[in-house]
Structure formats: structure tokens, C-alpha cells
């Protein structure tokens, strides 16, 4: 295997206190290529950001990547998070050199975890052996039942991909490896909660899920190309996604139904999964009830989850990856120098900054500030711009769910387990009474 000499490497750089203690980078070595075409993917029209690109990280990039981040960090686990696109197009040789170059550079004292978001179309016994030799988790994209999955979740002929999915969640768990699902919900699926749920806690024994809402933002201008899909069309037009419009698309999940989707799986899940299935959007709603915000879209300000380009371009966030957000290319510039850059903390703080007064007034401001900036696109009741499209829907969320958190807080607080909800809730059913510790 070729080696790019020493003498290439930028210096050895260390953290300074302008850096965030940790901050999460995702990296996608294909870019946007996908052997999907799932058509709510906006993700798929990035090509466009670099015409005439192979696509394809280099070995190079991969050791600068992998020997900025190592030095980066300040806390003594560091993650390394692949996503796509699809990465796995990138074969598995890239990523064994990825872990070799871990080794070859980490820190004294360093642990590294290692992460990779994949439709899983192509996984087979070696990927699973290297994931499971490796410890990877490993994110499944899978947005639930066949009927649901293959509405949107399509190969570039037009054909559904449950198939291949289930397959590769089989091969995962049956060789022990930790998979956590990554379901959206959409147009398709928003009416049926529990169909949902059940596939996954049920039929595939999952007990690690993540529900993310698809909001496609479109202008009149392109909102019937928009509502196409996302993938290249040959000979045909097709919008380069920005974060602009107040319109969506009609694959976008409203934001009331939204709301409804996951209060209706949290009411089962508060009466009997707490504790052994972890819906992501319920341990951080519960973190924010703790004081304590641990998603970055419930966190006061945000700015530290980036993404890393193929090429070394570094961007201010996933939902971002436009030109307005570029923040350099770590072969100019140390990453250190763009994570701490005064551009990357104005979009930190501009998270909070920018919130309506209409939401700075709201009972449940502790609970989401705002939610992520790439939704707030619409106005307030008085015309104030920047509300989230999904306002509605979460206050619906976050007021009712407000008791059982609120529990759950002070059990926690207590030293004791959030389990025990489940037997205080059955308690004030019995007895008609709230039971608060």
C-alpha cells in the first residue's frame, strides 16, 4: 500500500481553548453518490456542488482527516463517523486503511469509536466481520414495514429496497454487531405510529431507534421539480437543494402529524418499553427535562457537528452543505482552525440569537430552543419570521409528555432508574391521582 510521506502532513497542531472541548464530524468519502435514489434524499442533488468529480476520498485526505482529528480532541474517546451518500461504495479495503491509519496515529491514551450510517444494500459477510472485528455501530436505514419502506426508499430503477435492508439487519445481529435503526418519517408512514413501532420492536427486536422528520423546503419556483425527487435525471432539470422556501414538498411529514407520530409511540413506550427499547427522541427530550441538552437540535446554540466533504471540504453542518456554509478545506487550512473559526461560532450562536420572540415566550423553550435552524422558515402568529416548521408539533409533543418526564427526571435525580415510571404511571391510572416523586 502506498504511503504518503510525513514531509505532506500538516503539523502537528494542538486544541486551544477557542476549540470545543469535543465537537462530532461527519465524513462522507463518496459525497453525495448513492446506489439509492430514495426520493425525499435532497442529499442526492449535492453532486452538483462539484461537477466533474470522481467522488472518492483519497488516501491522502484520509490520513490528513484522520491525523486532524486525532489531535483535535480534547476528550479521551474520539468517534469516527462515516456517512453518505452511501460510504460502503467506497469498498472495504478504504476502510480497513482508515482503521490502520487510527492506529497509526491516535494518542496515548486515546479510544476511538467508530460509526457508519448505511442503507446496508450492499453488506455482506466481510463488511459484517470487519464491523464486528472493529466494534462499529452500525446505522440502518429502514423506515419501517415493506409497504412504508419501499414508498420512497427506491434503486435508480425505481425498486423498492426492504428487501435488501432486511437481509442485511439479519446478517448484522445474527454476527452480533450493533445496529441502531434510522427510520424517517414522511408522508408515507406519519399516519401509522405504531405499525411502525411494532416492525421494529416487535419483528426485528430492535431496541435503538431514531425517528427523523423529512422536510423538503421548496420555493414556487421549484416545488414541481422538487416533488420529482431529488436524483439525477438525464436530460432532465433538477434543483440544486439550499435551505430557502417556505414551501414542501408533498413527501414531507406536517407538522401536527409529526407531533401526533411520536406521542402516540410514546404513550406505549412510557407504559412498557422504558428502560429496554431507546427511542432517541425520548432520551434527549428527557435530557433537556435533566437541564442537561444533548442533541445538538435541543441545545441552546449548536456548531458542533460538522460534516467533511470527500474532497476536504469542511462544512458548518450536515443540514448545510451549500456555499454560504463553507468553512474551508482541511488541506489549507488545520481543521482546528475552522472548527474555532469566528464564522463556525456565529453559527453556533446565531442558533439562539435568531429565535422569534414568539418562541422566547414559550412554556416549552427549555425543551428544543428552536429546534434545528434548517426548519425555521416559517412565521409567528404576529409575522415575525424564523419559526420552525414544526412548532406546532412539538409543543404538542413536549406538553404532553411533560408528566412522565417530569418523573423520570426526579428518579433520576434520586439515583434512581426512569423504569420505575412505568409502575408510577400504572399506579395513578389504578388510583386516579398524579404520584410525583
Known amino acids: 500500500?502506498?504511503?504518503?510521506?510525513?514531509?505532506?502532513?500538516?503539523?502537528?497542531?494542538?486544541?486551544?481553548?477557542r476549540t470545543p472541548l469535543a465537537f462530532h464530524l461527519l465524513v462522507k468519502p463518496t459525497g453525495a453518490v448513492c446506489n439509492l435514489d430514495c426520493k425525499y434524499c435532497f442529499f442526492l442533488s449535492k453532486e452538483m456542488l462539484y461537477p466533474g468529480s470522481s467522488f472518492r476520498m483519497s488516501d491522502e485526505l484520509l490520513k490528513t482527516y484522520i491525523r486532524e482529528l486525532l489531535d483535535a480532541q480534547r476528550m479521551p474517546e474520539v468517534s469516527i463517523n462515516w456517512q453518505g451518500g452511501e460510504p460502503t461504495l467506497m469498498g472495504l479495503d478504504f476502510f480497513q486503511r482508515s482503521v490502520d491509519d487510527v492506529e497509526k496515529y491516535k494518542n496515548p491514551g486515546q479510544k476511538v469509536l467508530y460509526t457508519i450510517q448505511t442503507n446496508g444494500t450492499k453488506l455482506d459477510k466481510d463488511w459484517v466481520a470487519f464491523f464486528k472485528q472493529h466494534n462499529f455501530l452500525v446505522g440502518l436505514s429502514i423506515d419501517g414495514p415493506k409497504e412504508f419502506h419501499d414508498a420512497y426508499r427506491v434503486n435508480k430503477g425505481g425498486q423498492g429496497s426492504f428487501d435488501q435492508v432486511l437481509k442485511a439487519w439479519k446478517v448484522l445481529t445474527q454476527h452480533g454487531v450493533?445496529?441502531?435503526?434510522?427510520?424517517?418519517?414522511?408522508?408515507?408512514?406519519?399516519?401509522?405510529?405504531?405499525?411502525?413501532?411494532?416492525?421494529?420492536?416487535?419483528?426485528?427486536?430492535?431496541?435503538?431507534?431514531?425517528?427523523?422528520?423529512?422536510?423538503?423546503?421548496?420555493?414556487?419556483?421549484?416545488?414541481?421539480?422538487?416533488?420529482?425527487?431529488?436524483?439525477?435525471?438525464?436530460?432532465?432539470?433538477?434543483?440544486?437543494?439550499?435551505?430557502?422556501?417556505?414551501?414542501?414538498?408533498?413527501?414531507?411529514?406536517?407538522?401536527?402529524?409529526f407531533g401526533r407520530f411520536l406521542i402516540t409511540i410514546f404513550d406505549e413506550w412510557v407504559q412498557r418499553d422504558v428502560g429496554k427499547v431507546f427511542v432517541q427522541s425520548f432520551d434527549a427530550a428527557l435530557a433537556n427535562w435533566l437541564g442537561q441538552p444533548s442533541l445538538c437540535i435541543f441545545q441552546r446554540t449548536c456548531g458542533e457537528a460538522l460534516?467533511?466533504?470527500?474532497?476536504?471540504?469542511?462544512?458548518?453542518?450536515?443540514?448545510?452543505?451549500?456555499?454560504?456554509?463553507?468553512?474551508?478545506?482541511i488541506r489549507k487550512t488545520h481543521m482546528l482552525d475552522l472548527v474555532s473559526s469566528d464564522q463556525q461560532k456565529k453559527f453556533g450562536q446565531d442558533k439562539f440569537d435568531t429565535l422569534?420572540?414568539?418562541?422566547?415566550?414559550?412554556?416549552?423553550?427549555?425543551?428544543?430552543?428552536?429546534?434545528c435552524p434548517r426548519n425555521?422558515?416559517?412565521?409567528?402568529?404576529?409575522?415575525?419570521?424564523?419559526?420552525?416548521y414544526l412548532c406546532s408539533g412539538y409543543k404538542l409533543l413536549f406538553n404532553h409528555i411533560n408528566h412522565p418526564m417530569r418523573i423520570m427526571a426526579q428518579l433520576l435525580r434520586s439515583g434512581r432508574y426512569a423504569d420505575e415510571v412505568m409502575s408510577i404511571l400504572a399506579k395513578?391510572?389504578?388510583?386516579?391521582?398524579?404520584d410525583e416523586i
Open 178 to 257: 450493533e445496529v441502531n435503526i434510522l427510520s424517517t418519517v414522511n408522508a408515507a408512514n406519519a399516519d401509522h405510529p405504531l405499525e411502525v413501532y411494532h416492525f421494529f420492536r416487535d419483528e426485528l427486536k430492535a431496541q435503538y431507534m431514531q425517528f427523523i422528520p423529512i422536510i423538503e423546503r421548496a420555493t414556487p419556483e421549484t416545488l414541481t421539480l422538487a416533488n420529482q425527487g431529488w436524483g439525477e435525471r438525464p436530460g432532465a432539470e433538477r434543483p440544486l437543494y439550499t435551505q430557502i422556501g417556505e414551501l414542501v414538498t408533498e413527501r414531507s411529514v406536517k407538522p401536527e402529524q
Open 376 to 388: 425555521r422558515f416559517i412565521h409567528t402568529p404576529d409575522g415575525e419570521p424564523g419559526l420552525n
Open 428 to 434: 395513578e391510572e389504578m388510583h386516579g391521582v398524579s
Open 356 to 371: 422569534p420572540q414568539f418562541c422566547r415566550q414559550c412554556e416549552v423553550l427549555f425543551a428544543c430552543y428552536g429546534e
Open 307 to 329: 460534516v467533511l466533504e470527500h474532497n476536504g471540504d469542511l462544512y458548518s453542518c450536515d443540514h448545510f452543505v451549500e456555499p454560504d456554509y463553507l468553512l474551508g478545506n
Open 1 to 17: 500500500m502506498k504511503r504518503t510521506k510525513p514531509t505532506k502532513m500538516p503539523p502537528i497542531r494542538t486544541s486551544s481553548s
